[in-house]
């Protein structure tokens, strides 16, 4: 799978300025980081690649041989963690994945393998409201990860986690995602570097917001 972005341009409503203004950024399979400042469009690009957002000008092509933004593209090529998670609450972590899989047309023997992967087994049949933030995060990543998704899109998977937990999703990520995999990851956690294939740094080409540098 390969995803790029072309004269990408997008501002926030109400916003003076834009997010983006002719931006162009392709991603090849492997493990993308994408770093920089609080606000700077990390998770925006994410929903944007997720054809979540729409963008009034630019384009976004991918290798998929279903149409960008179809129900088809959502639901059998992407797999997207938000910072939220939204896991349903009623439902236990193993249906949580078992939906995930029937929605992408995939066989729900799949769920074990990942609930095993991110170590989730005495874990399946409770529900997200009775676990850990860390166990939650495990859970949505076994969820998004499981239908096999071409392109992974990760929004801060381990902030706020402890060593352990992060280990735990930095061993599924290099030793199950599938080498064809684009895995796009918006993070402040210098704890992923060793595993990333390519690091994009907006700190590097976008303005910083003069008034904190005043501060510190």
């Known amino acids: 799978m390969q995803v790029s972005v072309n004269n990408l341009s997008y501002r926030y409503p109400h916003a003076a300025a834009p ?56 639901r059998e090529e992407v797999g997207f963690v938000f910072q939220q998670l939204n896991l349903l609450p009623l439902a236990s972590v193993r249906r949580n994945i078992l939906l995930a899989l029937e929605l992408a047309n995939k066989p729900s023997a799949l769920a074990d393998e990942w609930i095993q992967a991110l170590g989730l087994e005495k874990l399946q049949h409770k529900k997200p409201t009775k676990l850990s933030g860390g166990q939650q995060q495990r859970a949505a990543i076994a969820r998004a990860l499981a239908k096999q998704p071409s392109i992974l899109l990760l929004d801060e998977p381990t902030s706020g986690l402890d060593h352990l937990n992060t280990q735990i999703i930095t061993q599924a990520l290099t030793n199950k995602l599938p080498k064809s995999t684009v895995c796009l990851i918006a993070t402040h956690d210098n704890r992923l570097d060793p595993i990333a294939d390519e690091i994009l740094d907006f700190n590097s080409f976008l303005p910083v917001e003069e008034h904190l540098q005043e501060m510190v």
């Open 19 to 74: 997010v983006f203004d002719g931006f162009d950024f392709n991603a090849d399979a492997g493990i993308t980081l994408i770093k920089g400042f609080s606000g700077c469009g990390k998770s925006t690009l994410l929903r944007i690649i997720a054809s979540l957002i729409p963008v009034p000008k630019g384009t976004v092509v991918t290798t998929s041989p279903h149409g960008f933004g179809s129900s088809t593209f959502l």
